[in-house]
């Protein structure tokens, strides 16, 4: 984001010609619903996840691609969205942004098959990508200075309420209306939105923007990134020596090489690579991305197992998710205080400790856990999520060049929703692979007989969410070794990738003592 974007707008707002047109808190007002509708969308689906897979009879890849195709369109399009608002206007490209948020949301929950659900969820992605960093340049051009940090405080208040209260608005629209309906909960803040955006928010745009928007390297990177996710999860239902994966890795290897190439050679890159050369900023980044690879990853299997192993509805599945995502709201300041303190080294360090130890802790429950054994690992994690955002943002932004702040800006969010998509995809592979390599002797060691077990084993990715795939009409002994089987591998799954998402976490916190405060503060809170 360049010094223009950041001047206070005092001396340079046009006479207005309508009541509220320009209004500080009345613009806050818009922009807070265009952003509550991505923040709600960050933990909303999950809950509906079960309910989704059941009525489209979608298998876990299906399921992971409803949330990675959304976090994959997020990430690669966060940072050209951020230069499309500067150079044609924040105004135009926030409302675009909330009217493609809103219709893609009407469409999938109209979707009659998983494949039209996740190519919808594609769309809402890029929907979210031009009103997100849109909305943060509205709100530093229209507040003053002095009352700037108190604006992108309740900006980020409202991201961080309506990633709380996600589950539990899905889980009441589930349960008391259908899964399709959380989704079309989105149109009527979609249209308050828009109404009041066209009212009131004065347009404003970068006059020294411009230059090209690096296309091949935007088309490079998320090819790179698609090749990578759709190997893992197809390693998850073939093995890895199958030849779709490998192709996948190979293919995106050599779209990274060529990515890595153009930005060394282009002229105006979409991610200059020079910010890497600062290690504080390196590790930082990678340190956030494994804050939301463990958080992400958490969300997905969790609500699986509370509702489909645990049998939970699912407001009493969102009910228990908010020992771990309403804590965000008293961690990320609690982070912001011990940053401005002792700098990012402290909190990213804590914040990796805690993760390990939630991991291992989640790692160690069984099928008929009680809930006294798993809320305080919830806690443990939502506090630690606070903490590496928070000081991983500080450390991240604090250490660009003063020029490239708002390119920094982006690549915090970036790496926010890459760390998403690879919790879901590499945790889901763990987990997937690990049932496939259980089933059979859990089945026959329920008591089912070893040929009716054969022939469940073509159900593992419907086991790998949690499902007991019982036939209709099965006797009462054979329902019950199947549910009890089913339940005992899905459970081995996610205790191993648990483990492996602790282990990964505990090598990851020595990596936080690399970071330095940087030479420039953040101003405000987390961009989620």
Same mark, same amino acid.
């Given at each position: ?46 809950i509906? =996840? ?12 299906g399921?992971q691609?409803?949330?990675n195709g ?36 009407l ?8 494949g ?17 960093? #849109? ?8 507040f003053?200075?002095h ?5 992108i405080? @309740? ?22 209306? =259908? ?7 989105n149109?009527?803040?979609?249209? @308050? ?5 066209l ?8 006059e ?14 998320s ?7 759709w190997?893992? @999860?197809? #390693? ?16 995106f ?23 890497f050369?600062?290690?504080s ?7 956030l ?22 049998g939970?509805?699912?407001v ?32 990213l360090?804590?914040?990796m400790v ?8 989640l790692?160690? @429950? ?6 006294n ?8 994690i ?10 991983g ?11 490239l702040?708002?390119? #920094?800006g ?12 690879l ?13 496939g ?22 159900a593992?990715?419907y ?5 007991a ?11 019950? #070794? ?13 205790q191993?990738?648990?483990a492996?998402?602790a ?24 961009a989620?």
């Amino acid at each position: 984001m360049s010094q223009a974007t950041l001047a206070s707008p005092s001396g340079t707002r046009d006479r207005t010609t309508r009541t509220g047109h320009g209004h500080p808190w009345l613009t806050l007002f818009a922009v807070a619903l265009g952003v509550m509708m991505v923040g709600l969308d960050a933990t909303v689906v999950s809950i509906a =996840n079960p309910a989704i897979a059941r009525d489209l009879h979608a298998d876990l890849s299906g399921l992971q691609w409803v949330t990675n195709g959304y976090l994959l369109a997020l990430a690669v399009t966060l940072i050209p969205a951020g230069k499309i608002a500067d150079r044609f206007g924040r105004k135009r490209t926030f409302l675009a942004g909330v009217v493609g948020f809103a219709i893609a949301s009407l469409m999938v929950g109209l979707s009659g098959g998983i494949g039209m659900v996740i190519f919808w969820r594609v769309v809402q992605g890029v929907a979210g990508a031009l009103l997100q960093p #849109a909305s943060l340049a509205i709100i530093r051009n229209t507040f003053p200075v002095h009352r700037l940090n108190a604006a992108i405080g @309740i900006w980020g208040a409202t991201v961080g309420i309506s990633i709380a209260g996600g589950p539990i608005v899905g889980g009441l629209l589930v349960q008391h209306v =259908n899964w399709e309906s959380v989704f079309f909960l989105n149109a009527p803040l979609g249209l @308050i939105a828009l109404l009041v955006g066209l009212w009131v928010i004065r347009e404003s745009r970068d006059e020294e923007a411009g230059g090209s928007f690096d296309v091949s390297g935007v088309a490079l990177l998320s090819g790179s990134l698609f090749a990578l996710v759709w190997g893992l @999860i197809k #390693a998850g239902s073939y093995g890895f020596g199958d030849p779709v994966p490998l192709w996948s890795f190979a293919a995106f290897a050599v779209l990274l090489a060529g990515f890595i190439v153009r930005e060394l050679m282009a002229s105006h890159p979409v991610l200059p690579l020079k910010l890497f050369r600062s290690v504080s900023l390196s590790a930082a980044t990678g340190l956030l991305l494994l804050g939301t690879f463990a958080l992400f990853g958490t969300i997905f299997f969790i609500t699986l197992y509370l509702q489909q192993v645990h049998g939970l509805s699912p407001v009493a599945a969102g009910v228990r998710m908010l020992p771990m995502t309403g804590i965000f709201i008293v961690s990320s300041p609690l982070g912001g205080a011990l940053t401005q303190r002792f700098g990012p080294r402290v909190p990213l360090a804590l914040g990796m400790v805690f993760t390990a130890v939630a991991m291992f802790g989640l790692s160690r @429950i069984g099928v008929d856990a009680s809930y006294n054994a798993i809320w305080p690992w919830f806690v443990l994690i939502g506090l630690a999520f606070g903490f590496i955002m928070t000081a991983g943002t500080e450390a991240i932004v604090g250490n660009a060049p003063v020029q490239l702040a708002g390119v #920094a800006g982006g690549l915090q969010q970036t790496a926010f929703q890459i760390g998403g998509v690879l919790g879901t995809s590499v945790l889901g592979t763990i987990l997937s692979t690990r049932v496939g390599d259980v089933l059979y002797d859990r089945l026959t060691g329920a008591g089912l007989p070893a040929p009716a077990a054969h022939g469940l084993e073509g159900a593992k990715s419907y086991i790998a969410q949690g499902v007991a795939p019982v036939p209709a009409g099965a006797p009462g002994p054979v329902a019950k #070794a199947i549910t009890n089987g089913s339940h005992l591998a899905f459970m081995d799954g996610f205790q191993t990738s648990m483990a492996v998402a602790a282990v990964v976490a505990l090598a990851a916190a020595g990596a936080a003592l690399l970071v330095r405060r940087g030479e420039s503060s953040v101003e405000g809170t987390v961009a989620i």
